[in-house]
C-alpha cells in the first residue's frame, strides 16, 4: 500500500471512529424503572365517648381515655384488621357528631332503643344494663314509684332521664338534669336532690368507689332491660359488619370475658340478640 493510499485509509478509518463514538455517546442511558406508589395509609376510625362515665369510660391521670368500653372496642379493632382513635365527646353532642361524620363510631354505654335505631345503626348488643336508683343510706326510698314527689337527679337525654321523666312528668321541676352521671351523684352526696336515677354499671361502680358519700341503692322491677350496642352512621353496612365480626371474634377466644371480669368481677352471659 502507497503512503497516499495508507493516508487515505488512515483518514477515513479516523472517520468512521469518529461516527462510531458519536453515536455512542449519542445514546441515552436507559430511563430507571418508576418507583412504585406508596400504599395509601391505613384509615384510623374516630371513636366518640363522652369519657365521664366510669367504669365504661373515663379519664386516668394521664388525660388518656381508658374503662370497659374502650378495651372492648380496642380488641374488636384488633379481630377486624382496622385502626381506631378515641376521641372525647360531650355526650350532649355525641349523636351529632356521628350524623354530621366528625365521628366514625361511638361508644359510650349507649342503650340501644327503637328511637336510636332511625337515626343510626348498632352492632350486636356488647352488654347489658338496667336502670337502678341511688339514695342515701338514711332514704326511705323502697321502690321507683317512691320518687314521684322527690327532686330526682339524671344525666341529660339519657334512659334515666327518659324513666323519670314519665314518672314525674315532663315540665316538672323536680326532675334535676346533669351533663354527667358522676355529677348527679355529687349533687346527691350534697343533699342537692334526694335520688339518682342512672345505669346501673356507673351507679354500682361510684357507690363502691366512693364509700363515704354513704349510698345505697335500691331496685326495680318496672324497669326494662337494657343493651348497650356501638353505634354508626345509618347505612354504613361495611364498617358495621367489620365491627359485628370483631365481636363474635372476641367472645369466641375469651377476650371479652377476661375484658368483663376485670371491671366487673365475673364473666357475664352474652347479650341477648337485639331485635
Known amino acids: 500500500m502507497t503512503s497516499l493510499n495508507t493516508r487515505r485509509f488512515l483518514k477515513v478509518a479516523g472517520l468512521i471512529a469518529a461516527g462510531l463514538w458519536l453515536a455512542a455517546c449519542s445514546k441515552q442511558e436507559p430511563a430507571a424503572p418508576a418507583a ?13 365517648t363522652d369519657a365521664a362515665y366510669a ?4 379519664q386516668n391521670e394521664r388525660g388518656e381515655i381508658v374503662g370497659f368500653d374502650i378495651e372492648v372496642v380496642s380488641a374488636i379493632a384488633a379481630k377486624a384488621g382496622i385502626e381506631v382513635r378515641f376521641v372525647n365527646t360531650p355526650w350532649e353532642g355525641i349523636f351529632n357528631s356521628l350524623a354530621q361524620g366528625d365521628r366514625d363510631l361511638l361508644v359510650s354505654a349507649i342503650t340501644i332503643t327503637e328511637e336510636r335505631r ?8 356488647y352488654f347489658d344494663a338496667v336502670q337502678l336508683i341511688a339514695v342515701r343510706q338514711n332514704s ?18 339519657t334512659t334515666g332521664d ?13 326532675v334535676r338534669r346533669f351533663e354527667s352521671t358522676p355529677l348527679a351523684l355529687k349533687e346527691l352526696e350534697s343533699g342537692g336532690v334526694d335520688a339518682v336515677v ?3 354499671g356507673v351507679v354500682n361502680h361510684y357507690v363502691a368507689n366512693n364509700s363515704t358519700a354513704a349510698f345505697k341503692t335500691v331496685s326495680d322491677t318496672s324497669f ?16 358495621l359488619d367489620k365491627l359485628n365480626q370483631g365481636l363474635a371474634a372476641i367472645r369466641a377466644d375469651g377476650t371479652y370475658d377476661a375484658i368483663y371480669t376485670k371491671y366487673f368481677g365475673a364473666p357475664a352471659a352474652a347479650p341477648a340478640a337485639s331485635n
Open 198 to 200: 342512672a345505669d346501673n
Open 224 to 239: 326494662e332491660p337494657e343493651q348497650y350496642g356501638i353505634a354508626v352512621r345509618k347505612g354504613n353496612t361495611e364498617l
Open 36 to 48: 412504585a406508589p406508596a400504599a395509601a395509609p391505613a384509615k384510623v376510625y374516630v371513636v366518640g
Open 55 to 58: 367504669p365504661f369510660e373515663s
Open 118 to 125: 332511625q337515626s343510626m345503626d348498632f352492632t350486636a348488643p
Open 162 to 174: 327518659e324513666v323519670v321523666t314519665q314518672l314525674l312528668g315532663k315540665d316538672n321541676t323536680n
Open 140 to 157: 326511705p326510698v323502697t321502690k321507683f314509684e317512691d320518687l314521684k314527689t322527690l327532686k330526682v337527679g339524671v344525666q341529660t337525654g
